[in-house]
Each structure stands twice: as structure tokens, then as C-alpha cells.
């Protein structure tokens, strides 16, 4: 710091109001700053920062099974937001969820010296395990159901399950049945909660689900067995990679969608609008949930925003894979 002061010829504590974005510096004195530390490829010593202010400007994230778009996308759009909040990341992926591994994962941010966590819990037993978040440390849990005391932000699961059937029930279909996702996943709780609050308000019979566990190949299987039943006309399905083995299994029975069966699928992933036909489909916006995540986080690591809880509205999206009866 002493050398960039040197050669724009101004004071150490000029260069600390640049470098802190100070607001009482004068645009030429900034700029000729910013150029004595572009010439000198001066960085900040980001450890003895963190000693001086107690602040590491790092952000933990505790994530389960990154292979799924939906966590992944969830993941991406924190990191992203935390970046433009001048905030590191240090994630930790768990492959499986159970209590030991979350404390563990906790223990090993709070050890980094983190200033706060996020915990993407879509899993009822990782949102119970919220319940192990270090007390002195601030936190937020993405999706994470009721996390007690812990801030929550997430999608209206039950909302994109009710826009989703609603939409097949106008098209004059009788009833719509629907492909789960894993049991103890909070999302697919929601979502069948919002398919079943749909159909009992149109006074329409509820189908029994049928199970799969987020992969196109689960879809592909409950789309065999559906199928094979003479009086479905529309399916509600979970997620899109469920929905693309439905119309696989549909293409290979000879069922045509919409013209036979139409198809709603859930997080319109990138490849959805060109799935065959293009996929019907709920909207998540993920980089809403990062922002907001992010956003509630440093309000408590600044003193406030505690038991806050945000939820992010989902967006329908209509394309030729449903039709009227």
C-alpha cells in the first residue's frame, strides 16, 4: 500500500479510502490510484484484513447432490450473488445426508473463519439438521421447510403445483395425474401438495402418484405404466428430466403428446423448449433465490434480519406439449 501511494504521490490512507470505495475521494485521485496499483500489480493481503476487521469476506455453502439442476442452478445463483456482494464462497458438497456429515460440513466452515453459512436443504432430514448451526455464526437455509429459527428463503413449491394442474383442468382434462419426486424431498412435498389442493378445488378425483426419484429414467418408467391406462389425458410431472423419460416411454407406446396426453413438467432447464414436442413446464428462478439468500445473510452479519423468511414466486411456461382435451 505504501508503494501505490508513492507512485500516485497521495497519502496510505488515500489508497485505503480508494481501495474501500470511500465516497470522499476525488475522481482524478481515484483514478490515479486505480493506475499506481494497475502498474504495480498490488493486491490486498486478504488474511491480514480479515485479522484487522474480523471479517474473512468469505460466505460458506452446504449443498446436497450438485448433480441435479436444481441444486446445482440454486448453488450457482449464491455464488453469483455473493461475488457481486465482494464475497468469497467456500462450498461443501455432501453426497449423502445425514446429521454427522451436516455438522461436520458446519464445523469445517466455521474452522475457515467464515462470516455466515447457507445451507441448501431440500431434504427433510437436512433441514432437521439445521438444528447443528453454530449459534455465534449467521445462517440461512435455502428451501429448509420450517428451519426453526434459522432465515428461509424458497420457491413456492405448493404455488408451481397448483399453476401446473390448474393449467391441464382449463384445458378440459378430467383430472391429472402426477409423477412425484423422492418422498423426503421438501420440493416434492410442495408440489404434490399444491397438484392435490388443485384437484380437490375443482372437485376432481385424486389419482394415487406414482414415484420416481428426479431421473428421466424414473420418468420413463412411470410414463410406461401410464401408458398402458386407457383414461389419462394429462400428467403433471416434478421435474423435466422425470418429464423427458414420460415422453419417451409415450413415444415408444405410440401415445402422442399433446394430441393424446398432455405433459407438464418442472424447472424448465435449459433444454426443455427443445425436448419433442417443447416442453410445457414450471419456471424457477434460481438467481432470485441467490440474491435473496445473500441479501438476507449479510443483513444479519450486519446486525440484523433474523427470522426472516422470503419465498420466491414460480413463473408458468406454456409450449406445444399440452393441448384441450
Known sequence: MADVAREAGVSHQTVSRVLNEHP?????????VLEAIDKLGYRRNLVARALVTRHSRT?????????????????YGIEQAARAAGYFVSIVSLKSIDRSGVRDALDYLADQGVDGIVV????????????DLPLDIPAVAVEGGEAGDVPVVCVDQVEGGRLATEHLLSLGHETVWHVSGPSDWLEAEGRVAGWRAALKAAGRETPEPLAGDWSPRSGYEAGRRL??????????????QMALGVLRAFTEQGVRVPGQVSVVGFDDIPESEFFSPPLTTVRQDFGAVGRHSIGMLLRQIEGGGEHERLVVPPAFVRRASTAPR
Not at 460466505?59 to 448453488?75: E, K, M
Not at 441448501?120 to 438444528?131: D, F, G, K, N, Y
Open 227 to 240: 401408458a398402458a391406462m386407457r383414461d389419462v389425458s394429462a400428467v403433471f410431472v416434478a421435474n423435466d
Open 120 to 131: 441448501v436443504a431440500p431434504q427433510r432430514s437436512a433441514a432437521q439438521a439445521l438444528a
Open 24 to 32: 470522499n475521494v476525488r475522481g482524478e485521485t481515484r483514478t490515479r
Open 59 to 75: 460466505l460458506g455453502v452446504v449443498s446436497f447432490d450438485t448433480t441435479l439442476y436444481g441444486p446445482a442452478s440454486t448453488v
